[in-house]
């Protein structure tokens, strides 16, 4: 999972440092706040610790795992089950076993004292060395022989601690109560799952460990949806984010592909579903160059309908003619290769930039804006052509209902051009004479239509928008017209 496709860039490195800390100790947290939640569970303890009366219930493995001369001095004890420990008073007691459970850093003193524990009866003392709740959960699960339940996995067995799985994933814990059938075997087969990669999952359980990204997603995505595992899900993800999706930066030829790869991956798995929202968020941001490929028209429909609804989404009257924009560059690219796939794919756009020319009908004083138009032509290089096109389109559109807006906000554009100052000058470049003769023969259009249906559209409310010397004039040609 951990392959490279490019070469990332100092600033990408960075970010992915960033990322991978983030969700390190995020895992981290979890398994913190799970083994406080197995502090405060009795039902798989094993050895209870009594002091001023009062018991407090323990597991024996999470003693031996982080204080094994504690552990010891329990074994050591004619009654193992059950520990006496009158030299310390029970809330402070209750307080140093929290931290067995929760804590990176253990006071050893405090009971070594209390209890007059010393190095040549119970071993040596702790040597300084750094540790952990995850390192120290990580050795119990390799070192230590006290796992109460077996798996079969691959032919092989491998034991592990009812409690901790329990604790750490809510499907372990109803997999080992009463009503399920595993509860009463011997040895629990998980299936469709490799040995290794189900010994790569439990280290992650145990120590939060990352070796489970050597296997590929494929093989692990499915095992941890199925039992619950948000963590470790959320871990590969970030994995396909960095190596598959290059954190969603603009597309290349390597990632556009991998994206979709990624969106198979996690077809039909409830707890990837932030990261299909992700990934379809960023086709459809992108969608002039994501949707030219095969691997679209490969999608189900109900994704190809998620990229449809998101991309609606991103549309708006700012950006609606820039969108239609990136439509017909597609759709014209698309109609030179005339492939199967890239049919699939032009009518998807069709259909796209149809919505974008309703949208345009119906806000058209907005989208008319001499700003909004300027950029359009500069994204066309300029050219009056694609903008006689985009105009005639949206005229070829005209109803009783939009006719009015479509005239108020070609005449609006009209006189902005004309009575621009030089404080616009920035505007003048891409609005040539030719743009501006374009959009006077669409006014000269669309007027006409007005003219040839003066009757109902005099009846709209768009209609009481446009000025009296205007209504008049067309109500003349109209007048002619009749005659």
């Known amino acids: 999972m951990t392959s490279r496709t490019f070469k990332p860039t100092p600033a990408f490195r960075k970010k992915e440092e960033q990322l991978r800390q983030s969700i390190f100790l995020e895992t981290k947290e979890k398994l913190q706040n799970d083994m406080q939640k197995l502090f405060k569970d009795t039902q798989y303890c094993d050895v209870v610790l009594v002091s001023q009366s009062n018991e407090l219930p323990v597991h024996s493995f999470i003693v031996e795992a982080r ?12 009654d193992s089950c059950k520990i006496n420990i009158p ?3 029970f809330a402070e007691l209750e307080g140093w076993v929290k931290t067995l459970y929760s804590e990176d850093n253990i006071n050893h003193m405090f009971i070594k004292e209390a209890l007059r524990l010393n190095e040549e009866k119970n071993g040596k003392q702790p040597t300084g060395e750094k540790v952990s709740l995850s390192g120290d959960l990580l050795s119990l699960f390799n ?10 996995v691959g032919g092989k067995t491998v034991k592990a601690h009812k409690a901790i799985l329990a604790a750490r994933y809510d499907y372990f814990g109803a997999m080992f109560s009463s009503s399920w059938r595993e509860a009463s075997q011997s040895s629990i ?3 469709d799952v490799s040995y290794e990669i189900f010994l790569a999952t439990l280290k992650f359980i145990y120590g939060v460990t990352q070796d489970i990204l050597s296997f590929p997603a494929s093989k692990v995505f499915r095992f941890a949806d199925m039992y619950g595992m948000q963590d470790l899900v959320d871990l590969i993800v970030v994995d396909l984010k960095i190596t598959k999706c290059h954190l969603f930066h603009k597309p290349c030829e390597h990632c556009i592909p991998q994206v979709y790869e990624c969106l198979k991956l996690c077809e039909g798995l409830y707890q990837t579903k932030n990261f299909q929202l992700q990934c379809i968020q960023w086709i459809s941001k992108h969608f002039q160059k994501t949707l030219a490929c095969r691997q679209f028209p490969r999608m189900s429909d109900n994704f190809q309908n998620d990229v449809r609804q998101e991309i609606h989404k991103q549309i708006s009257s700012s950006t609606v003619s820039l969108t239609w924009l990136k439509c017909n560059t597609l759709i014209t690219s698309l109609k030179n ?18 919505q974008c020319l309703k949208i345009t009908g119906e806000n058209f004083p907005v989208v008319s804006e001499l700003s909004t138009i300027a950029v359009f032509i500069k994204e066309t290089n300029n050219s009056s052509s694609l903008l006689e096109q985009f105009l005639n389109e949206i005229l070829e559109r005209l109803t009783v209902i939009n006719c009015c807006y479509i005239l108020q906000g070609l ?33 000269k259009r669309c007027e006409k239509f ?3 249906r003066i009757g109902p559209v005099s009846q709209t409310k768009a209609w009481k928008d446009i000025s009296s010397s205007k209504q008049q004039e067309l109500k003349s040609s109209a007048f002619f017209v009749d005659l």
Request: include cysteine.
């Open 67 to 78: 204080f094994p001369e504690f552990y010891k001095f329990i074994q050591d004890q004619p």
């Open 87 to 89: 030299e310390v008073p």
């Open 143 to 152: 070192e230590s022989s006290t796992g109460d339940v077996e798996f079969s």
């Open 189 to 191: 087969v998980i299936p």
């Open 337 to 354: 290769l005339n492939t199967s796939w890239s049919q699939t794919v032009v009518k998807f756009v069709e259909e796209i930039r149809d």
């Open 411 to 443: 005449q609006k554009l009209i006189d902005r051009v004309q009575a621009m100052d030089e404080s616009e000058s920035h505007y003048r470049n891409p609005f040539d004479s030719e743009s501006l003769q374009v959009v006077q023969e669409c006014l």
């Open 450 to 452: 007005i003219i040839g």
